[in-house]
């Protein structure tokens, strides 16, 4: 990937914590949404954004509903944020699900190392 690439990346995340925080007034939206990464193509016109959200299941799967329900919302703002851009690309929202990967891989270590300790 290159240089340019990964600077506007690294600007939409940045722009899009600020717009998911202050402007995305819909009350399903937990404030414990974190942007963890952003994938844009090379041609800029589609991008994949990971989003992280802490809480309960029931409140994460909404959340994460309503962020999808308002990626047209979303997109608008972020292009008034993004003016140096021609085009600003079609954002589609992905749970990121690293976090729950690294925790299930620590509790296996502590496993192996209670048994080992037997």
């Known amino acids: 990937m290159n240089y340019r ?3 506007i990346n690294s600007e939409i995340a940045k722009c899009l914590t600020v717009i998911i925080r202050d402007k995305v007034k819909d009350p399903r939206v ?7 990464r952003v994938s844009a193509a ?3 016109k589609t991008a994949k954004v990971f ?6 299941k029931d409140k994460v799967r909404s959340t994460f509903e309503a962020l999808v329900q308002c990626e047209g919302f979303i ?3 972020l ?3 993004l003016k140096h851009l021609r085009c600003v690309p079609q954002i589609t929202f992905e749970e990121d699900t690293t976090g729950d990967y690294g ?5 296996l270590i502590r496993e192996i190392k209670e048994h080992d300790n037997n």
């Open 75 to 77: 997109r608008h703002e």
């Open 30 to 36: 937990s404030e414990m949404v974190s942007i963890t």
């Open 79 to 81: 292009s008034l944020e």
């Open 42 to 44: 090379r041609d800029l």
């Open 5 to 7: 690439i990964e600077r």
């Open 103 to 107: 925790q299930r891989i620590d509790s």
């Open 51 to 56: 989003v992280s959200i802490y809480g309960q």
